[in-house]
Nanobody, 120 residues
Framework: QVQLVESGGGLVQPGGSLRLSCAAS????????MGWYRQAPGKKRELAAM???????NYADSAKGRFANSRDNAKNTVYLQMNSLKPEDTAVYYC??????????????WGQGTQVTVSS
């Protein structure tokens, strides 16, 4: 079983920055993708940023140029640096990791979510 623990959410003013962190633990053989989804009130969960083992990262169009997703593979940790935050970035941000455990079974794990609120 693979567990994800997130930290770093909070309240920030428009134009401000926040950094989210997510650490994976458990019976991990390899993490292939690790990143973030977000869900705003009344909306579907959507991809915010996702990094692959190969080093590429996919971003939501609204996040390009403002968000930076980085991985520390040695620590099984992913970070989301969010700059120039806008009220529409307000959402619960969920960490997601997919890969294989030490038994060779695939996993698709989610964190508990961390609230990000952008408001003056």
């Amino acid at each position: 079983q693979v567990q994800l623990v997130e930290s770093g959410g909070g309240l920030v003013q428009p134009g401000g920055s926040l950094r989210l962190s997510c650490a994976a633990s458990g019976s991990i053989l390899i993490i292939e993708t690790m990143g973030w989804y977000r869900q705003a009130p009344g909306k579907k969960r959507e991809l915010a940023a996702m990094a692959t083992t190969g080093g590429s990262t996919n971003y939501a169009d609204s996040a390009k140029g403002r968000f930076a997703n980085s991985r520390d593979n040695a620590k099984n940790t992913v970070y989301l640096q969010m700059n120039s935050l806008k009220p529409e970035d307000t959402a619960v941000y969920y960490c997601n990791a997919q890969g294989y455990d030490t038994n060779g079974k695939p996993f698709n794990s989610w964190g508990q979510g961390t609230q990000v609120t952008v408001s003056s």
